[in-house]
């Protein structure tokens, strides 16, 4: 749980895009809320023993199982990304590294602490790494397991995990790691990564869905190195945890959903928790200097023509110990007004237009991607055909370079596409782990 003074916290603002104007009859509401913080800079929290940032424990997991020496290449890639990742850790955070496979074990420090990263606690940690070799199965819910009762040991603000992993986890059945998420969730935010082509995207994906943390492919081991040094400088970077979005809508009215819609697309709506009368919390994870998009999606009741009201009312809490909730200052209103005017009950807000457009894109590539696997080739040819228009009419241009990878694209406009042949695995499964990535609107 966060524990830190108010003066050390970024400042949070709330802006709110929308068109609050319904038709007669109308009772759905949809708005953007853009959340950012900033000036949180250097400090944060409760001050680290270096007098710099904010109090952070990591657990660092990595994959030994047997097929990490396949090629042999990717155990020394994965020590090496360790290693940098250790050389990242601001003094005074305190860390651990775990070896995974269908055990966890402490590969450093060792019984049950957690080590205090200096100077010489850095050099220790990487002639452990030197010891790690491959053997054994994959078994992720112990990892996450091991994880959480180290991180829990620290009385930190920050808690996060980086977890890789080479294969499928092959060794617990999927419910010990659904378990394993559950109990996790909340407690540790964590990134994950798939190296090579042997992983599960799915598996990976739901990894970092449930911790909201980022997941991603490393396809060539190589890459390892600099991907591990940018996940730990940015966690190094975050300054306050457990923000959550609250949600207070007025009698009568419910929410239809709330996800995250950038940087990455991400479902919250099944993760509320209440928080009083008629107002609900969404967990948004670990903040730094940063901004993220969020589309609330609220059903109110029908009024006459020329009412108005507030459909909903988003501000930013953080939990704290006794179980009361501390107010972050900034809000934002989600308003309902009902006209007569066609052409302003009719304009759809462009921010909201966009993102919904950004979710489309993430669920047809997904499901392109699915029909794909599953032989169905027309289905696939129009799902992804869609995404390719979707992308192209949205500026997504990171997105429609890797499905021109998969497809063969005729005219984007209007997503006239062939599936390609042949498709190399990596291809596809940075398709599928990055399909959730947006773009912003421009401004």
Same mark, same amino acid.
């Given at each position: 749980?966060?524990?830190? *003074? ?39 929290g409760?001050?680290?023993? *270096? ?8 657990a ?6 047997g ?43 060792g019984?049950?602490?957690l ?14 790494l ?9 078994? /992720? ?9 180290? #991180? ?5 603000? /920050? ?5 890789l992993?080479?294969g ?6 999927? @419910? ?23 992983w ?7 990894i ?24 730990? @400088? ?32 991400? @479902? ?21 200097? @940063? ?14 023509l ?22 972050l ?12 005017? =066609?052409?302003?009950?009719t *304009? /759809? ?15 047809? /590539? ?23 228009? #979707? ?12 499905? *021109?990878k ?22 596809? =499964? ?14």
């Amino acid at each position: 749980m966060a524990n830190f *003074s108010k003066a050390h916290v970024p400042q949070f603002s709330v802006d709110v895009y929308q068109n609050e104007y319904l038709p007669e009859g109308g009772r759905e509401v949809s708005a953007i809320v853009t959340v950012t913080a900033t000036g949180g800079g250097t400090t944060g929290g409760a001050v680290a023993a *270096s007098g710099h940032g904010p109090s952070a424990a990591v657990a660092l997991m990595v994959d030994c199982s047997g097929s990490m020496d396949y090629p042999p290449a990717k155990m020394r890639n994965a020590r090496d990304a360790t290693a940098a990742a250790v050389d990242a850790l601001r003094d005074g955070v305190h860390f651990a590294v775990i070896g995974g496979t269908h055990v966890a074990k402490e590969v450093y420090p060792g019984g049950g602490r957690l080590a205090i990263a200096d100077a010489t606690t850095r050099e220790q940690a990487k002639f452990a790494l030197r010891k790690l070799a491959a053997g054994g199965g994959t078994a /992720i819910g112990t990892w996450l397991r091991l994880a959480d009762r180290l #991180l829990s040991s620290a009385d930190v603000s /920050i808690r996060h995990g980086i977890l890789l992993t080479d294969g499928r986890n092959e060794h617990e059945a999927p @419910e010990d790691l659904r378990a394993a998420l559950e109990s996790c969730a909340g407690r540790f935010t964590c990134d994950a990564r798939g190296v090579g082509t042997d992983w599960d995207v799915k598996e990976v994906t739901a990894i970092a869905s449930a911790l909201l943390g980022t997941a991603d492919i490393v396809a060539d081991p190589g890459g390892l190195a600099a991907d591990f040094t940018g996940m730990m @400088e940015k966690t190094m970077g975050k300054e306050v945890a457990d923000v959550a979005l609250r949600v207070w809508t007025p009698v009568g009215t419910s929410i239809k959903f709330v996800k995250q819609v950038a940087p990455a697309v991400a @479902e919250l709506t099944d993760r509320r928790t209440e928080a009083g009368p008629r107002a609900g919390d969404y967990p948004t994870g670990s903040w730094g200097d @940063e901004s993220r998009d969020y589309h609330v999606c609220v059903e109110v009741p029908p009024a006459q023509l020329g009412q108005e009201m507030l459909a909903a009312r988003v501000s930013l809490v953080v939990p704290q110990p006794d179980g009361s909730a501390r107010n972050l200052g900034a809000q934002g209103l989600v308003r309902a007004v009902w006209t007569d005017d =066609m052409a302003a009950s009719t *304009s /759809i807000n462009p921010q909201v237009a966009h993102y919904t457009g950004q979710a489309e894109l993430a669920q047809a /590539i997904q499901q392109g991607l699915d029909l794909r696997k599953a032989g169905d080739f027309d289905g696939a040819t129009a799902k992804l055909g869609r995404a390719v228009q #979707l992308a192209s009419a949205s500026g997504n241009a990171d997105t429609a370079k890797l499905l *021109s990878k998969v497809v063969d694209v005729v005219d984007a406009a209007t997503g006239t596409v062939r599936l390609k042949a042949k498709v190399a695995e990596a291809d596809e =499964m940075t398709l599928e782990t990055r399909s959730t990535k947006t773009v912003r609107v421009k401004k």
